[in-house]
Structures are given as structure tokens and as C-alpha cells.
């Protein structure tokens, strides 16, 4: 009788722990996966904020943690040292770490375009354009897509920015635009907002990067490799960027709500800035955008360029997820014009 007593007590409690596991297996399938996402404190990464604040990353079984950082080559040094899963910095910053051997992939956009030259009104006069530059001492911050731009801008000019101008390398635009202000450097190159907070403090935009490169890209979204293997990570993450874009070119209040919890500054400043003429605002990868990109940096000798740059690009994920939200709605004109603007400019 005690054999059988004890058999049964086991097969109930073999039972129970059944029923325990099947009971607990939903909840560990409901756990968000964690993904940490490095970006800057700029009008430009509002979809970051907007796909946070509004849930969408959620949606997507995604637990995000927004990590600022103050410039691009930090940042890229995070993501290559796996601190970060993603990180948008960017043009400049992963194809000079790229070129040098590192393990990064382009999965797809935040910005484009939004870089300034700001001057003090006194040189308005006198710096008007690139050619203006020879001679000058000009600030930058490293890495900064815009830096890139001028430079090659320079290069066409026939101007060695080696040479013929002095380029500090400051850490983030609030230094560059005291360096100008002091009169330290003659011009500054910056980006939205803080194009507009250098004119409000009284400097003059004289040269816009969109005018020296038209549509060029900006911060792009970079992964590692290694990151790549979990595709339904990776894909949900750029659906949720796709859906902030779609919400922030048609909630505008909600949108600048979202952007004034992490950039501490005026609201009509930063909605100046976010819906800015000169902000370009496609998440996908811009193959094309960032080819042009490539050559300018080799040819400014920026960087060397030796090494293939088509391995870079994994445009895959966001056609899966651009491809899906189509899907879900396909009469929206949105996403059929993301449809189309993928074709034209991220085809291999």
C-alpha cells in the first residue's frame, strides 16, 4: 500500500509540474526582448522617440533602451564594441570604421541631409560659400556626416582642406558653436536643432550641406553582424521605425511631445527643426545615397577605400518589413510610396 501511495503522490506531482511549465510558458513567450539603441540628441532621431512613446517598438515584442550619446564616433565605437545592438550615427562615422576592417551593416535610415555652416553676422559678408573657406579656421565635429560633405565639397572646389584651412575636430555642436561665437574659429559646422539655436544666438547659416549634396544621407541604422541572426528582432525593430515615420508626418503635437521628453529645448525650436525643408526623413537604407557618399570620402581622402563597400548593405530586413506593413494596408498611399522609393534608390 505505501508503494502505491507514493506512486500516486508522484504521478500528481509530475502532473502539477506539467500543468506548472505549460502555465508559465506563455508568460516567458510574452517577455519583450531586450534591445539597446544608441542615438543622438537631435530633432533628426525623432522616431526613435515617437516608435518609444507611442508604443510601437512594444507592438513589436521589443523592451527598448535609448542610450544618448554626444557624437558619432563614440557612438560607432559602442556598437562595434557590442555595448549597443543598434546605433544611428551618422554617414561618416561606420563607413570610416568600416573601411578599416569592422564587422558593420547598414540595415537601414533615420535622417538626411540637416547640417549647417553658421558664421557671426560680421562674416556674413565675407563667407558665403565654400570657396570662401581658404585661409579659414573652421570647427566640425568628428565623424559628423556633415564634415564629410564639406570636405568633399572642398575637393571640388579645388580647396585642400589639409592645406589651405584649419578643420578643428570639437566633441559635439554646442562647442562649435561657442568656438565661433568666441571668434576661436571663423565658421562652424552643425546640425539641426542646433542650426537654429545658433541663430538664435545670433549667427548666420550661410552654407547648407542639402546645397552642397543634394539628398545625402545622414545617420544611418548599423548593426553588427551577429546582431543579424535573430530576424524577427531585427525586423521588428524597423517596422517600428517605419510605423514612427508614418505617425510623425501626420501627428505633428503628439510628435514634438515625444522629441521634447529626451531634447530639452523650446517646442516651436524643435518642431522648427524636425519638420525642417532640410531634413530628409526616409528609414530605409539609401544604397545609392550612401555610394555616392563612399566615393566622396575616397576622393576627399577622407578615408582610402580599399576595401568592396557592397558587403555593408543588408537591405533584406527592411524590405521584409516594409513589404509586411504594405501588406497590412495596401491601399495607403504611404507605404506605397516607400515601396517606390526602395526601388529607386536600394536595389544592388
Not at 19 to 33: C, I, K, S, V
Request: charge should be positive; hydrophobic fraction near 45%; charged fraction near 25%.
Amino acid at each position: 500500500m505505501t508503494v502505491a501511495r507514493n506512486r500516486r503522490r508522484l504521478s500528481r506531482l509530475s502532473l502539477a509540474a506539467a500543468f506548472g511549465a505549460a502555465a508559465l510558458a506563455p508568460l516567458a513567450a510574452l517577455a519583450d526582448t531586450a534591445v539597446k539603441v544608441g542615438y543622438l540628441p537631435v530633432t533628426g532621431h525623432a522616431k526613435f522617440f515617437v516608435a518609444k512613446e507611442q508604443g510601437f517598438f512594444k507592438k513589436e515584442g521589443l523592451d527598448v533602451d535609448l542610450v544618448e550619446f554626444q557624437n558619432s564616433a563614440d557612438g560607432i565605437n559602442a556598437v562595434v564594441a557590442g555595448k549597443l545592438d543598434v546605433g544611428a550615427f551618422g554617414t561618416t562615422a561606420p563607413l570610416v570604421f568600416y573601411s578599416k576592417g569592422s564587422d558593420l551593416k547598414i540595415i537601414g535610415g533615420i535622417m538626411g541631409q540637416d547640417a549647417a555652416l553658421v558664421v557671426k553676422p560680421e562674416l556674413a559678408g565675407t563667407i558665403r560659400s565654400i570657396n570662401d573657406l581658404k585661409g579659414k579656421k573652421v570647427a566640425t565635429v568628428r565623424m559628423a556626416s556633415g564634415d564629410a560633405v564639406l570636405r568633399g565639397a572642398l575637393k571640388d572646389a579645388k580647396i585642400n582642406w589639409k592645406n589651405d584651412l584649419h578643420i578643428f575636430e570639437l566633441k559635439n555642436p554646442p562647442a562649435v558653436i561657442e568656438a565661433v561665437k568666441s571668434g576661436q574659429v571663423d565658421a562652424g559646422l552643425v546640425w539641426g536643432p542646433h542650426d537654429l539655436r545658433a541663430e538664435q544666438q545670433g549667427l548666420k547659416v550661410v552654407v547648407r550641406s542639402g546645397d552642397l549634396s543634394p539628398g545625402h544621407p545622414c545617420c544611418r541604422l548599423v548593426v553588427t553582424s551577429a546582431k543579424l541572426k535573430d530576424e524577427a528582432v531585427v525586423q521588428g525593430f524597423l517596422r517600428a521605425i517605419l510605423k514612427a515615420e508614418k505617425f510623425a508626418a501626420e501627428n505633428r503635437k503628439e510628435t514634438i511631445d515625444a522629441i521634447a521628453k529626451y531634447i530639452k529645448l523650446d517646442r516651436a525650436l524643435l518642431e522648427k527643426g524636425y519638420y525642417s525643408p532640410n531634413l530628409e526623413q526616409g528609414s530605409d537604407p539609401n544604397v545609392k545615397g550612401v555610394q555616392k557618399f563612399w566615393l566622396t570620402m575616397v576622393g576627399s581622402e577622407f578615408i582610402e577605400g580599399k576595401r568592396a563597400l557592397d558587403p555593408i548593405f543588408e537591405v533584406g530586413p527592411y524590405k521584409k518589413a516594409l513589404d509586411s506593413l504594405a501588406k497590412e494596408s495596401p491601399k495607403d498611399p504611404f507605404w506605397q510610396a516607400r515601396l517606390k522609393e526602395f526601388k529607386e534608390r536600394d536595389v544592388l
